[in-house]
C-alpha cells in the first residue's frame, strides 16, 4: 500500500510537471494575454511589419511581445528563398537581347519624332492660354534628366525581350529575373553611393540611412516607389489597366466613374477638423512627390486645343492617357468639353542594370524627415538657407514671418500677389497648405534662434542642422503619435507598434526594412483625404465677422497671408470647423472646378485619382481585400445603397478601382476613418517607414548617430502640433486651441490658452 500510495503521489507529480513544461513550452503569457517567448524552435516575436506574411495570415499567429516590450507575432524565421532563375543560353541571349535594344530604340526614336509633329498641332494661341492650364496633371513639372528619359526607351527595349521570348504577362513582371548571363548590357550602371555609416545628420536627399552598402539607396530621392501586389499592367510592362478582368470591355471612363459614384453632399465629420487634412496632405508632401512625364520644359497635352476630344496617332505622345467626357456631362457638357487632360507618371531606371516593368518615380525622400521644409537635395536646401545663425529664408511684407517670395511665377496664378517658395514645390497649391509650411518655417527659426542664445560658440551649420533635426523629431512625433492614431484608429496604430509608448531610447530599427512609398499608398490610400475637404474655409476674424471663403479662389494664390492675422486667423479656424467625413462625397471645388482660375471650369480631382491608380496600375479593389484578409465583394449590392451606381459604371465588383473601393468600404470599429483596407495599407507603410529609419528620433546610440539624450527626449515627447502652433502664431495672447489639436473644441477637448499650454524646453540642448 505504501509503495501504491508512492507511486500514485510520483505520477500525480510527474502529469503536474508535464502539464506545467508543457504550458511553458507552448507559450509563456504575460497577464495582458501576449506570449513572452513563442513555442516553436524556428519562431522568433517580431514586429508586424517584418514578419514574412500577408496580413490575411498574421491574424492566425500568436501575438507576443518583443525584447523592446512592443506588441509582436511569433513568426518562422526561414533562410531567405530565391526563386531559381530562368537562363538562356549565351548564344540566345545575347542576339535576343542586342535585337531588343535595336527594335526599342528604334521605337522609342519614333516615338520622339512624333513629338515634331505633336508640337506643330498644340502651338495655337489657344492651347497655349486659357484651355491648357485648366486641364494639366499637374502644375509643378521639371525638365527630365538624361536618365530619366532612358527609362522609357528602356520600357520599349523590354517590350521587344519580352516579345521575342513570347513571355506571358505573368512572366514579364519577373524580367528582370531572367538571366542573360554575358549577354552586354548597353544600359549605363551606377555604382552604390558611398556613405559615412556614422554621420551624424540626415542626408538631405535621404541616401545612406541605411548602412548595408548595396542598400543606401533604400528611401533615397529618386528611388521608385514599390509594390503590395505585383501590378496590373495589361502587357506586364506598362501599359495601364483599362479593360475589364471579367469580361474584357474597356473600363468606364474615370470622370463617368466620378459623376456616378461621387456627388457633393455636405457630411460634416462629428468629431474631426480641417486642421487633420491640412496636416495629413503637408505630411504627404513630405514623403511622396510623383511628377508627370513632360516634354522639355513645356507640359504635354493629350487633348486637342479646344477640348473637344482627345489627340490620337502621331499627334498624340506616348505617355499620353487622356479622360473621356461623355458628351451628356452633367457639368463638362455647358463647355463643349469632351477631353481632360492626363500625363502618365515619370519612371525610373530599374537598377543593377536590369529589365523589368515601369516602375515611377518618387523625386522625394521616402522618409518622414522635414523635407518638405528643407528639400530633397543638397542645391534646394542651400537656396533656402540665410547662413547667419542656422535660419532659414523668410520675408515679413506686413511685418510678419512668411514664406521667401520665388521669381518662379509658375507655381502660383499669374494675378497672385504673392507667390511663395520652400522645400516642396507644391507649398502654394492652396492658401491652407501654404500656411502649413509657414508654420513650420516658423518652427525652425524660432529653435535655431533659441539654440544660437543657448549655445554661443555654435556656429551656422551646427545651429542649422541642430535645428532641422529637432524640427523633423516634432514632425515624426506628431505624425505617429497624433495623426496616424486618429486616421487609422488607436488599436491599429498599437498593433502595428505606430505609437511611441516607450521612455527613453528604442532599437527598432531594422535594415531588412525597406523604407519606400506603396504605389497603393501615393496612388490610393493616402488619397482618402480627397474626401474630407470642405468646399469653403469659414474664415473667423478676429475682429472682423466671420467669412465664407471658397476653396477654388485660394488654388494657387496664397495672396490672403499678406493681410495681418490672417495666419493666425486661418489656423484657428481650420481647428474649429469640421472636416467631411470620409464617404463617396466629394465637393465640387475639387471635381468641377480644380485650378480653375478664373474660367468657369476647371479639372476633375476624382477622375486625375481614378486614371492615376490605373497609371500606377494598381490591382482591382478586391485583390487587395483579398490582400488585407478580409473577403472579396461578390455583389455590388454588397456596397450599401451606392451599389446600383457602381453597377452603372462597372461591369463586375472585381473592376472596381481601388481608390473607390476604398472610400466607399464602412469605417471600422476602431475609430479608424476609413474601412480595414485603407486601415491595412496605411498602418504597414507608416510601420516601415518607422522601422525601416535608423534616423528615427527615438532610436538610441546602437542605431542612429545623431542620437537624442535622454532628456532631449523627454523634451519632445511634450511635442504636439497644438504646442507648435502656440510657438509661432502671431498674436499668442488670448489665442486658445484644444490640446489635441486634430479634434474640434468640445466639453471633452476644450480650448487651452496658449500660456498654458505644455511645451518643449530646448535648455535640454544646452551644451556649456
Not at 126 to 134: F, G, I, M
Not at 276 to 304: P, W, Y
Not at 314 to 336: E, K, L, N, T, W
Request: with cysteine.
Amino acid at each position: 500500500m505504501q509503495t501504491e500510495s508512492v507511486l500514485s503521489f510520483l505520477v500525480i507529480i510527474l502529469i503536474h510537471l508535464f502539464a506545467t513544461v508543457q504550458t511553458i513550452d507552448v507559450v509563456e503569457r504575460s497577464s495582458s494575454g501576449f506570449a513572452h517567448q513563442c513555442a516553436a524552435s524556428n519562431e522568433r516575436c517580431m514586429l508586424r511589419v517584418m514578419c514574412d506574411v500577408e496580413p490575411r495570415a498574421r491574424d492566425q499567429l500568436v501575438s507576443c511581445l518583443t525584447a523592446d516590450g512592443l506588441e509582436g507575432l511569433c513568426c518562422r524565421v526561414s533562410g531567405e528563398s530565391r526563386r531559381r532563375k530562368r537562363s538562356l543560353p549565351y548564344e540566345l541571349a545575347e542576339e535576343l537581347f542586342n535585337n531588343a535594344v535595336g527594335d526599342g530604340h528604334r521605337v522609342y526614336t519614333r516615338k520622339l519624332a512624333n513629338i515634331d509633329r505633336y508640337r506643330e498641332v498644340m502651338t495655337s494661341d489657344a492651347s497655349k492660354e486659357s484651355l491648357v492650364r485648366q486641364f494639366h496633371s499637374t502644375p509643378f513639372l521639371r525638365q527630365l534628366s538624361v536618365d530619366d528619359q532612358a527609362a522609357y526607351e528602356d520600357i520599349f527595349v523590354a517590350r521587344s525581350f519580352a516579345d521575342a521570348l513570347n513571355l506571358t504577362v505573368e512572366e514579364r513582371l519577373d524580367l528582370d529575373e531572367i538571366s542573360l548571363k554575358n549577354a552586354p548590357r548597353r544600359k549605363r550602371c551606377l555604382p552604390p553611393k558611398s556613405c559615412d555609416p556614422h554621420a551624424r545628420y540626415r542626408a538631405f536627399d535621404g541616401s545612406c540611412n541605411n548602412p548595408v552598402p548595396s542598400r543606401t539607396s533604400w528611401g533615397a530621392a529618386g528611388h521608385p516607389f514599390e509594390r503590395l501586389l505585383p501590378p496590373a499592367y495589361e502587357d506586364g510592362v506598362w501599359a495601364p489597366r483599362v479593360h475589364s478582368s471579367v469580361s474584357g470591355r474597356p473600363l468606364a471612363s474615370a470622370r463617368d466613374i466620378s459623376v456616378a459614384v461621387f456627388p457633393d453632399n455636405d457630411r460634416p465629420d462629428r468629431k474631426h477638423n480641417l486642421l487633420l487634412v491640412l496636416f495629413g496632405q503637408f505630411m504627404s508632401h513630405d514623403f511622396t512627390r510623383s511628377a508627370s512625364v513632360q516634354m522639355g520644359k513645356e507640359e504635354i497635352q493629350c487633348c486637342n486645343a479646344d477640348h473637344s476630344g482627345a489627340l490620337h496617332g502621331d499627334q498624340a505622345h506616348f505617355a499620353c492617357m487622356p479622360i473621356a467626357v461623355s458628351p451628356s456631362d452633367p457639368f463638362y457638357s455647358r463647355f463643349g468639353i469632351r477631353c481632360l487632360n492626363f500625363v502618365r507618371l515619370s519612371l525610373v531606371r530599374h537598377g543593377k542594370c536590369k529589365l523589368g516593368y515601369g516602375k515611377q518615380l518618387n523625386k522625394i525622400t521616402h522618409f518622414i524627415d522635414g523635407s518638405s521644409v528643407y528639400g530633397s537635395s543638397d542645391a534646394l536646401a542651400v537656396s533656402l538657407r540665410t547662413f547667419n545663425d542656422g535660419r532659414l529664408l523668410n520675408s515679413f511684407p506686413s511685418g510678419e514671418e512668411l514664406l521667401p517670395f520665388t521669381r518662379k511665377r509658375s507655381s502660383c496664378e499669374p494675378w497672385a500677389e504673392a507667390c511663395f517658395r520652400a522645400g516642396d514645390d507644391r507649398s502654394n497649391q492652396i492658401v491652407a497648405l501654404t500656411s502649413m509650411h509657414t508654420l513650420f518655417l516658423r518652427e525652425h527659426n524660432r529653435v535655431a534662434t533659441r539654440l544660437a542664445a543657448l549655445n554661443r560658440h555654435w556656429d551656422d551649420e551646427q545651429l542649422y542642422q541642430e535645428a532641422r533635426r529637432i524640427v523633423g523629431a516634432e514632425l515624426q512625433k506628431i505624425l505617429y503619435n497624433e495623426y496616424l492614431p486618429a486616421i487609422v484608429g488607436h488599436n491599429k496604430a498599437r498593433q502595428y507598434g505606430l505609437f511611441d509608448e516607450h521612455n527613453g531610447h528604442t532599437n527598432f530599427y531594422s535594415p531588412d526594412v525597406k523604407p519606400v512609398v506603396f504605389n497603393e499608398l501615393s496612388g490610393a490610400a493616402f488619397r482618402f483625404g480627397h474626401s474630407t475637404v470642405d468646399g469653403a474655409f469659414l474664415i473667423q476674424h478676429r475682429h472682423r465677422r466671420s467669412e465664407l471663403v471658397p476653396i477654388q479662389e485660394v488654388f494657387l494664390n496664397p495672396s490672403r497671408l499678406l493681410e495681418r492675422s490672417f495666419f493666425d486667423d486661418l489656423l484657428f479656424s481650420l481647428t474649429d470647423q469640421p472636416q467631411q467625413q470620409v464617404d463617396n462625397s466629394i465637393t465640387f471645388g475639387l471635381t468641377r472646378l480644380l485650378f480653375a482660375g478664373r474660367n468657369p471650369f476647371g479639372s476633375d480631382l476624382a477622375s486625375l485619382n481614378i486614371q492615376r491608380g490605373r497609371d500606377h496600375a494598381l490591382r482591382p479593389y478586391n485583390d487587395y481585400r483579398k490582400w488585407a484578409g478580409l473577403g472579396r465583394v461578390t455583389g455590388f449590392e454588397q456596397f450599401g445603397p451606392v451599389g446600383a451606381r457602381l453597377a452603372s459604371v462597372y461591369d463586375s465588383p472585381d473592376d472596381v478601382d481601388l481608390w473607390v473601393g476604398g472610400l466607399l468600404e464602412p469605417p471600422s470599429q476602431d475609430g479608424a476613418l476609413f474601412g480595414e483596407t485603407f486601415a491595412a495599407i496605411i498602418s504597414e507603410q507608416f510601420a516601415r517607414l518607422k522601422f525601416g529609419d535608423r534616423y528615427y528620433y527615438t532610436n538610441g546610440p546602437k542605431h542612429n548617430p545623431g542620437y537624442f539624450t535622454g532628456e532631449q527626449l523627454n523634451e519632445l515627447s511634450k511635442v504636439t502640433l497644438a504646442s507648435v502652433i502656440c510657438a509661432n502664431i502671431d498674436h499668442p495672447e488670448g489665442f486658445s486651441i484644444p490640446s489635441n489639436s486634430f479634434n474640434q473644441p468640445s466639453e471633452h477637448n476644450p480650448p487651452v490658452p496658449c500660456h498654458a499650454m505644455l511645451s518643449m524646453d530646448l535648455t535640454a540642448w544646452s551644451s556649456h
